[in-house]
């Protein structure tokens, strides 16, 4: 039976959200601030490659009301494809494999963005202060979306979309492959920490990572828990195509808004989990990680 609130309305649980932490533009306490006006119960933050933000989840919960699944969106990489991973109720400590991969990402992400930066700047006015004007936290690694919002800030596309789709795709010419862990070593990792792994927005149009059923199949061998079938850049038709793979494969079924604040349009509690599916992630975790109630 589905959770309730008290007023008697079914949970809304969004599994997916990004701060300054990584390339969102808010910060932990205000995402959870507008995921209480939004009228959300459950927020997991979900930044790439770090848990930077996660001691702030208790106040931020305190404060907003509004409970929080501790995750990370893990990057991992085969033959130029970007794939990745929510990694939701890890455990956080440095001493995991787990960290020491994101901890390698991080520092291969900002050689990365120099070399893409260099390139960009031979045919377009940008440069390494500009990018860095368009971080918002301290300790925030630099990566693409910030490359993006530079180029939007430059006048050269309109937003990140059009700076991906034109400019910082895996297959476009100024592209810069990066060290991350392939899928299954990413799986191996995330399940070593004691975590849910989900693989988020696989449908993806809009990515250039068209993602082969193949792969799709040795990420469930390799013991994934679940798909994001629920996200803004998966169409009607690509959500059927999911919905049908993770009920052929018995996948966790989930659902999230990949909100970044202004950096993208997408939009808190847009798209959504089943309160029997969070459920089950708490159940699944082995790390003593756990949700952070009000």
Same mark, same amino acid.
């Given at each position: 039976?589905?959770?309730?609130?008290?007023?008697?309305?079914?949970?809304?649980?969004?599994?997916?959200?990004?701060?300054?932490?990584?390339?969102?533009?808010?910060?932990?306490?205000? &995402?959870?601030?507008?995921?209480?006006?939004?009228?959300?119960?459950?927020?997991?933050?979900?930044?790439?490659?770090?848990?930077?933000?996660?001691?702030?989840?208790?106040?931020?919960?305190?404060?907003?009301?509004?409970?929080?699944?501790?995750?990370?969106?893990?990057?991992?990489?085969?033959?130029?494809?970007?794939?990745?991973? %929510?990694? &939701?109720?890890?455990?956080?400590?440095?001493?995991?494999?787990?960290?020491?991969?994101?901890?390698?990402? *991080?520092?291969?992400?900002?050689? *990365?963005?120099?070399?893409?930066?260099?390139?960009?700047?031979?045919?377009?006015?940008?440069?390494?202060?500009?990018?860095?004007?368009?971080?918002?936290?301290?300790?925030?690694?630099?990566?693409?979306?910030?490359?993006?919002?530079?180029?939007?800030?430059?006048?050269?596309?309109?937003?990140?979309?059009?700076?991906?789709?034109?400019?910082?795709?895996?297959?476009?010419?100024?592209?810069?492959?990066?060290?991350?862990?392939?899928?299954?070593?990413?799986?191996?990792?995330?399940?070593?920490?004691?975590?849910?792994?989900?693989?988020?927005?696989?449908?993806?149009?809009?990515?250039?990572?068209?993602?082969?059923?193949?792969? %799709?199949?040795?990420?469930?061998?390799?013991?994934?828990?679940?798909?994001?079938?629920?996200?803004?850049?998966?169409?009607?038709?690509?959500?059927?195509?999911? %919905?049908?793979?993770?009920?052929?494969?018995?996948?966790?079924?989930?659902?999230?808004?990949?909100?970044?604040?202004?950096?993208?349009?997408?939009?808190?509690?847009?798209?959504?989990?089943?309160?029997?599916?969070?459920?089950?992630?708490? *159940? *699944?975790?082995?790390?003593?990680?756990?949700?952070?109630?009000?």
């Amino acid at each position: 039976m589905s959770e309730r609130t008290d007023s008697g309305a079914e949970q809304r649980i969004d599994l997916h959200a990004h701060t300054s932490c990584s390339d969102g533009t808010t910060s932990v306490a205000e &995402l959870f601030a507008q995921a209480a006006a939004t009228g959300l119960d459950v927020l997991a933050l979900t930044d790439h490659d770090t848990v930077q933000g996660w001691p702030e989840l208790p106040d931020a919960v305190a404060a907003s009301g509004v409970a929080a699944v501790p995750g990370i969106e893990v990057s991992s990489e085969l033959q130029h494809r970007s794939v990745h991973l %929510l990694a &939701l109720l890890v455990d956080p400590s440095p001493e995991t494999a787990l960290a020491a991969e994101m901890g390698e990402a *991080r520092s291969s992400r900002i050689e *990365r963005a120099r070399r893409m930066v260099e390139l960009l700047g031979e045919d377009f006015s940008i440069t390494w202060d500009g990018v860095r004007e368009q971080v918002a936290g301290e300790e925030t690694v630099i990566g693409r979306p910030h490359i993006a919002d530079a180029l939007v800030a430059a006048g050269v596309v309109a937003d990140r979309s059009a700076a991906f789709g034109e400019l910082l795709r895996p297959s476009g010419p100024y592209y810069v492959p990066y060290y991350a862990p392939s899928p299954l070593e990413a799986l191996v990792a995330i399940r070593e920490a004691g975590g849910v792994s989900v693989i988020a927005h696989p449908g993806s149009v809009t990515r250039d990572d068209d993602l082969p059923l193949e792969l %799709l199949e040795a990420m469930v061998e390799a013991g994934l828990d679940g798909v994001e079938v629920h996200h803004r850049e998966h169409g009607a038709e690509e959500r059927e195509r999911l %919905l049908a793979f993770a009920r052929a494969h018995d996948l966790l079924i989930t659902g999230g808004s990949d909100f970044h604040g202004t950096g993208k349009p997408n939009v808190l509690g847009e798209n959504l989990t089943a309160p029997e599916v969070l459920a089950e992630i708490e *159940r *699944r975790a082995t790390s003593g990680t756990r949700v952070i109630r009000p």
